[in-house]
């Protein structure tokens, strides 16, 4: 990372969020290796041991570890967004080249009062950039930022 | 000025026969099944086949009038679509009040080269007037001429133009009859010798003779030419070197034939809306590109034609759309010539005092590393299991990735100056990539585990129309680079990008 701007830490309940999605999807793969450890006889734990140790690291880990990689700063005019456990990507978009901007919020999003920001460029290569895990009232905030920087600019 | 009324493009009818086909054949095929599954097979299907096929062909002349009736009208203040068999109805769209031009490919039509052109007037949705089909030329040229009356450019009508040519274009770039067929020699297309041998092979009980069996080449020059009778070996040769010279000339040929119709009577103008190019044999295509929308310029040259000097320019311009982003300014010529048109758009040929720079020596023996610990084991395998001599393949594409990285070490690079970017790549067609500092949408550093750990990273900017991406580079380098690029992208809003003339104002 570059010294000069800090990055801004997402909003902690994006963590929550991510667990719960990951154990919706380790409920399921719970279930697939309960049958099949009833399937093969004896309580032997060939299948529950793998799964487990999978889980562990889906549901506690992996959140762990993608909501500290990602960041984002807003200073000096650029939304900057830092994103990726094994693949690091570092994508800026100055406020200048912003073509539209999104704020969504999906059901789960909405339950933890979150949103997520989209700014849309003219590149045919990151045309949209996106930024999860926002408080809802920041990803506003942030959308009124860009939107009177633009129009100052476009004046 | 007053230009006749055109229907849609004449394909448009098969898109709609063949989506109209599917549609009916699929539940009539679904429904026969079920009901032919219980009882009389014969009775019932004697009754159904009439029937379908009836419909299906009312369906197909109505589908035929109805695109006899649909014609539009390009007028000088607005557009205008008649359509209707029985009851007609008329549309009329003023200029001012298009928004936009959207074209729309779907898969049926795609395949068949066509677009939906819509007028987006901020009506929404349904209301909005929309063409369907017309080919992705016209299409871009309806678009284009929208985008300029919107501009307000006063401009004669693209037809109208054709018949009284102004005399203020400048012509950039033309090429001749000589030119264009000594380009033709150059697009001498490997691929197409491939598919005709392929076919040749598929279909060789067709021909009136076996074009791989030696033996009758050998008879064949036998019959006419006693002298060749005696000589078994040479005359063998012989037929080896007509099969392969007869797939060489209809290579050529293809080539020849193929960039004759495209690029017939190019030339290149510079008019006051901007770039023109029109050409093309019995399709002629015209084309205009506004010189404010040049978003990036991209040379390229090939393995053969670079020794005799020949390059190409194409212009990256702002077009949202599949397909029309990508234009061909000088698709053959010299360096000169290219030189002279890149100054027209403002873009400028990196200049010798550029500092070229390489990718990391790492990033080439990385990945040269990586295709040597796959690529190696699999000759392995193959040469100790397999059969016969197919440890050549992947022995030789292993030997090809390792030719290629080195190639692509040594003549790869990048440069960086006040106003623009530079990037040098490619193997057996090199190309050069040149973009305006300002012009650039986003800029991302993006690393994989590898790249991490030893310390390059890619370099990608987001680019209107294109990609422009720099691999390889030294992560610090590569932050120095986003915040110049920043820095410069900042110092204009995308709006100015697209007034005409000068981008800083304020």
């Known amino acids: 990372m570059d010294a000069t701007h800090e990055l801004t830490q997402l909003d902690p309940r994006y963590k929550t969020m991510m667990r719960v999605v990951a154990a919706i999807f380790a409920a399921v793969l719970l279930i697939a290796a309960t049958i099949a450890e009833i399937a093969i006889p004896g309580w032997t734990g060939v299948v529950w041991v793998p799964v487990a140790i999978v889980i562990a690291y889906l549901v506690i880990y992996l959140p762990m570890r993608r909501y500290a990689t990602r960041g984002y700063s807003l200073a000096e005019e650029r939304l900057r967004v830092v994103r990726g456990v094994l693949f690091h990507s570092d994508t800026v978009v100055p406020f200048g080249r912003v073509q539209h901007i999104d704020v969504d919020q999906g059901p789960l999003e909405r339950g933890f009062g979150l949103a997520t920001l989209t700014v849309h460029t003219a590149g045919s290569h990151n045309a949209s950039v996106s930024l999860p895990g926002l408080a809802h009232e920041d990803a506003l905030a942030m959308r009124e930022d860009i939107r009177a920087a633009i129009r100052r600019d476009t004046q | ?506």
């Not at chain 2, 055109?6 to 009818?13: A, E, G, I, M, N």
């Not at chain 2, 691929?191 to 076996?210: C, M, N, R, T, W």
């Not at chain 2, 670079?306 to 010529?333: E, Q, Y």
């Not at chain 2, 067609?429 to 030893?454: C, D, F, M, V, Y």
Request: net charge neutral; hydrophobic share 45%.
């Open chain 2, 1 to 506: 000025m007053q230009s006749e009324a055109k229907r849609t493009d004449p394909r448009s009818f098969a898109v709609r026969a063949v989506t109209m086909l599917f549609q009916l054949v699929i539940p009539i095929g679904v429904a026969s099944a079920t009901i032919l599954d219980d009882g009389d097979l014969g009775d019932l299907a004697a009754y159904f086949l009439p029937l379908v096929v009836l419909i299906i062909l009312i369906n197909i002349v109505l589908a035929y009038l109805q695109w006899t009736k649909l014609t539009y009208t390009v007028g000088p203040a607005d557009i205008r679509v008649e359509s209707g068999v029985l009851s007609r109805s008329a549309r009329s769209v003023p200029y001012e009040r298009i928004q936009d031009v959207s074209l729309e490919q779907k898969l049926l039509p795609r395949l068949f080269g066509l677009m939906e052109v819509k007028f987006e007037t901020g009506a929404g949705g349904k209301d909005d007037l929309s063409l369907t089909y017309l080919s992705e030329a016209e299409g871009e040229r309806l678009r284009e001429l929208v985008r300029n009356r919107r501009e307000g450019v006063q401009i004669d009508d693209v037809e109208g133009a054709e018949r009284g040519e102004p005399a203020a274009a400048d012509t950039l770039f033309a090429m001749g009859p000589k030119r264009v067929l000594t380009f033709g020699l150059f697009e001498f297309s490997l691929a197409v010798v491939a598919v005709i041998g392929g076919l040749a092979q598929q279909f060789e009980s067709f021909l009136p003779f076996d074009l791989w069996d030696i033996d009758e080449w050998e008879q064949r020059l036998a019959g006419p030419g006693q002298w060749l009778a005696g000589a078994g070996p040479l005359a063998q040769a012989a037929g080896i070197v007509i099969a392969i010279a007869s797939l060489a000339v209809l290579g050529v040929a293809t080539g020849l034939v193929r960039t004759a119709l495209r690029e017939w009577d190019f030339r290149l103008e510079r008019t006051p809306k901007g770039l023109r190019r029109r050409r093309g044999l019995l399709t002629r295509t015209d084309l205009v590109m506004p010189l404010h929308r040049v978003q990036a310029l991209r040379l390229n040259t090939g393995f053969i034609r670079r020794h005799f000097g020949w390059h190409s320019l194409k212009i990256i311009s702002l077009a949202s759309d599949s397909g029309g982003a990508n234009h061909d300014a000088v698709p053959f010529g010299r360096m000169e010539e290219i030189e002279h048109v890149a100054g027209v758009t403002e873009f400028a040929l990196p200049s010798t005092e550029a500092r070229w720079e390489r990718a990391m020596g790492r990033y080439r023996t990385d990945k040269a590393l990586l295709a040597t610990a796959v690529l190696l084991p699999t000759t392995i395998l193959v040469a100790i299991f397999g059969s016969g001599w197919f440890w050549m393949l992947p022995a030789l594409g292993l030997a090809f990735t390792l030719a290629e990285q080195w190639w692509r070490w040594k003549f790869d690079m990048r440069a960086l100056d006040q106003k623009q970017i530079y990037s040098r790549h490619g193997w057996f067609s090199p190309s050069l990539a040149i973009a305006s500092r300002t012009k650039l949408q986003s800029a991302e550093i993006a690393q994989g585990p590898i790249a991490r750990w030893r310390g390059y990273a890619s370099l990608h900017f987001g680019l209107a129309g294109g990609r422009f991406r720099i691999h390889g580079m030294p992560v610090e380098a590569a932050r120095q680079w986003r915040d110049a690029v920043c820095d410069s992208m900042a110092m204009t809003d995308f709006s100015n990008l697209l007034e005409e003339v000068s981008p800083v104002s304020d």
